[in-house]
């Protein structure tokens, strides 16, 4: 029995079910489909995919706007979508990479680049979601976020050390950070007895 395309577009919606019915009804197989000559049709890289970096950048620039608008809870909603997004996604491409190591060192270093872009995305989204709490008296909800983008960044990186410039202004540290290496005295050898 075959389904009627209707049944199908309803049934499963979408693209999906308008590529399963085509295979369906006109008896082409999945390796047919895929072989066809317009560029196949890749759903998690569009926008509207909420497993895809421009999803995640999307939920940015909302943000942008709300806050631009004083609109600080859409900010706040945006943002916290972003860095669920762009996390989901950093996990994914680390674990991908992790699963190409010593098989194909091309596809290692692909979902290794993407895990550090991604991850990189959402930390930025972390600290401007820091600076919304900043904004709305929040420390508490706002210091959470700081750190974990220090545990990500490193205070070495920009973004490490603008966040722990937002926790010295919000009180947690004492000392201010500029950017310089550490500078820890050696401690002389011991003489030999």
């Known amino acids: 029995m075959v389904a009627s ?7 499963l919606g979408g693209w999906a079910a308008a590529a399963l019915s085509v295979a369906l009804v006109g008896g082409m197989s999945g390796a047919a489909l895929a ?32 806050i631009a608008e004083q609109n600080y809870d859409l900010a706040e909603e945006k943002l916290k979508q972003a860095r669920e997004s762009f996390n989901q996604l950093s996990t994914y491409y680390q674990e991908l990479a992790q699963m190409f190591v010593g ?3 091309q596809i290692n270093r692909s979902n290794r680049e993407k895990a550090l872009e991604t991850a990189q995305l959402r930390d930025q989204a972390s600290y401007q979601l820091a600076l919304v709490y900043r904004s709305q008296n929040q420390p508490n909800e706002a210091v959470p976020l700081l750190m974990e983008i220090l545990r990500s960044q490193q205070p070495t990186r920009e973004l490490g050390q603008r966040a722990y410039q937002q926790l010295f202004e919000l009180g947690l540290v004492d000392e201010p950070y500029a950017g310089r290496a550490a500078t820890t005295p050696v401690e002389p050898d011991a003489p030999a007895e």
């Open 103 to 105: 098989v194909d060192t």
């Open 35 to 66: 072989q066809s000559d317009a560029e196949p049709v890749r759903p998690l890289n569009q926008a509207s995919s909420s497993l895809s970096i421009a999803s995640g950048q999307q939920f940015m620039a909302e943000a942008s706007a709300a």
């Open 5 to 11: 395309p209707h049944f199908l577009r309803f049934a």
